[in-house]
Every structure is written in structure tokens, then in C-alpha cells.
């Protein structure tokens, strides 16, 4: 029996239809951007399996890190030890991290990171004797699948089995110079309210929303007025975070910054499950009291693992490297070109580039749903090319790894104009 037959046989996997899902691919092996399955098939991984290897697969530095760590100290509990990894991790961070995040709360994956910093938010209020339960995020926007990070996300299609069970959210359109006026106008009303904790959102990128992007002035515009509201902001650059727009994180591109911050994929290059929430000093003191229940009381058993902190600080010592910095540049570059010949194509609607994210909107009459018609027949066609590409509905976007070369990046090209053909 061979893997795959084993894995049809064993496994339940995320976001599959199993009724309607063949045998998958076994990947047996990775190497820079590229994975093997157990029959020898090669395949260019082209966004960096789901944003969270920047590096590439099997990452020297990075496994050097992880082995010399686990020598010395595999894990510990966090809950009342701390260890020196996560303390230079912590140092390291706030060094990047916009200068208001004074303080790291550490767990396991990017829902995990949201979930933390709705849950500070709404304790603050609680703990002040004020009464905020409401979260405000974007329409569409995508921040996990736990229940509070589920609650915030904006895509039906996901959470729609769980309405009557989740936290109250009120969601307001993606802001464009367009509807600039009108989306200002109702966050203004809905802060007004005081009912409000926190607005959640993905900075300048919806990356499950199909890599929607929206202008940095326009978030700078809602951040004053949460502040004036005393209503928290949440960048939740699970995404967007370690490079993906251009910049370290995509909050550098604001001249306001958010009262906390949301970690994880590429914090560890893609080696192992870590996330880090952020948050600045104001809220930290809202849970200093004699009163012991006034402390956040949040846990996870690997919280600040040792092997993932030294993951992550080898991690991030890779992106600030000139190498990868440069390379970030290049595949910018290489977009916009790639832009400029494919954007005339009659069946692409729309292009966008930022930083190494490429997405394409596809003029089509075929079933643009998310798991639609459209999405299967691309996503088959590009993995039988030996492509990783998961098309989000009619939008295809590229967001490689950072060592992709300019030959690479042609052959993915390549591989996506060819795409076109078929729809």
C-alpha cells in the first residue's frame, strides 16, 4: 500500500471534501523551493506552502538552530520558568516590531495569536469595569479557525455551521479611495457606541480573501479613530509578517501603530508551529492588580518552546540578511514585469503586487465560489504541471519563497499565462 492509500485510509485533512477527494500527493522529501512525492514527482512550491517557508524547505541555518537547541534544551513549561531562548526571541522581536509593542505572549499557531489578543482585548475592558464585547473587523477577512478567531473572520463559507455561537462582530467594508468616506463614516457611528473592544484586521493584505489589497493611508485615517475611542487595533500579520509585502511587517508601511500584533507562519521559516501575539504597555498594565483574577489567564503547553524560538531567531536572522533582502526586491520586481505583459490578457480582470505577492483575477462565467468549479480545474491543472498554486475562486496568486530564482519565477509564469488557455 502506498502512502497516499495510507493516508486515504488514516487522515482527515483541512479544508477536504473526502467524499470528493482522490489520493493526495505523498511529499516525501523538500529542498530549497522544491518538494518530491514518493514517486519521484518534483514540484515548485510557489506559495511557500500556505506563506510559512520563506527560506525554502530544509533550510540548513535553520535545522543547524533547531539540532544545537534540542541538545541542549527541548522544552520546558512556561508557566513559571522562562528559558534564554525565548528571552533573546523577545528581545529580538521588540527590536523590529513597531516601537509601541512592549510586551510577547507566545502559542502555537496564527488562530492561536488572534485568539490571544481578543481575548486580552475584551479582559482589559472587563477588568476597567467597562462593558465592550464587540469585536469590528473587515468583510471577508480570514483570522483562524478557533472560535474567537473564527468569530472575527468574514468569509460565510467557513464559519457559517457556527453562527449561533460565536462572538459578536460587526464587519465594515475593505476601505478603497472609493468608499473612503462612507467606511470612515460608519466606524465612526459603530465607535461611537463604546461598545466596542477592538477592530481586527489584516494590514493591506486579505490573504484568504483572495490577496485583496487596500491603501495604507485610508488604515492609517481608522486608526486615529479608534484611538480617539480608546477602542483597540489588532494587525493580525499572521501573513503578512517577515517580509511577504516588501517591508519586515506590513504595519511599517503606517505612520500610526497598532496597540497589538499577531505572529506566526514564517516567524520560524516553516519548521516548527509558533506564534507570538504583541502587545503595547497600556494593555499589558490593564492586568496589573493585587486582585489575582485579573490576571490573563491563557496557556498553551508549548508556549515559548525553546526549539522554536531558536527556529525563529535563526529564522529571522535569515530575512534580515542582505541576501534575502535583496531578493525580495528582485521577485518584486520580476511581479511587475510580469505585470506589465499579463494585466492586457482578455481574461484577466484585474492584476495587484506587493512585496513577493502576485494575485490575478480571472474574467470567467464558470463557478467562482471558493471551492468552485474554476478553482478545482486550475488548481488540478497547475499541480499536474508540477506547480503549487491554490487559487482562491477566479484569483491565482504567487507568493514564493524568497530564494525563488528569476528562472523559477519564469517557469511559474509560464505555468499561470498557460492557465488562461484553459479557463
Sequence with gaps: MTLSQKDQQYNWHPYTQHQTTGLLPAIVKGEGVYLWDENGKQYLDAISSWWVNPFGHSNKVIADAIYQQLMQ????????????????????????????????FYSDNGSTAVEIAIKASLQYFY????????????????????????????ISFFTEAFQGSLLDVVRIPVPTFENKKAVLEQLETLLASTEYAAFIF?????????????????????????KQHKTFTIADEVMTGFGKTGKTFACDYLIQQPDMMCLSKALTGGTIPM????????????????????AFFHGHTFTANPTGCAAALAAITLLESYENQQNIKRIHEQHLLFQERIQSHPRVATTRVLGVIFALEITTNQDTSYYGSLRNTLYNFFIAQGIILRPVGNVVYILPPYITTNEQLEIIYNTLSNALDIV
Design 202 to 226: 489584516e494590514p493591506l493584505v486579505q490573504g484568504a480573501a483572495g490577496m485583496v489589497m487596500y491603501p495604507a493611508v485610508i488604515l492609517d485615517e481608522m486608526f486615529l479613530l479608534c
Design 275 to 294: 506564534a507570538a501575539t504583541s502587545f503595547s504597555q497600556e494593555i499589558f498594565e490593564g492586568f496589573l492588580a493585587t486582585d489575582v483574577s485579573k
Design 73 to 104: 534544551l527541548d522544552h520546558v513549561l512556561f508557566g513559571g520558568f522562562t528559558h534564554e531562548p525565548a528571552v533573546m526571541l523577545s528581545e529580538k522581536l521588540l527590536s523590529i516590531l513597531p516601537s509601541n509593542q512592549k510586551k510577547l
Design 127 to 154: 477588568n476597567k469595569g467597562e462593558k465592550r464585547t464587540k469585536i469590528i473587523a473587515f468583510e471577508n477577512g480570514f483570522h483562524g479557525d478557533t472560535f474567537g478567531a473564527m468569530a472575527a473572520s468574514g
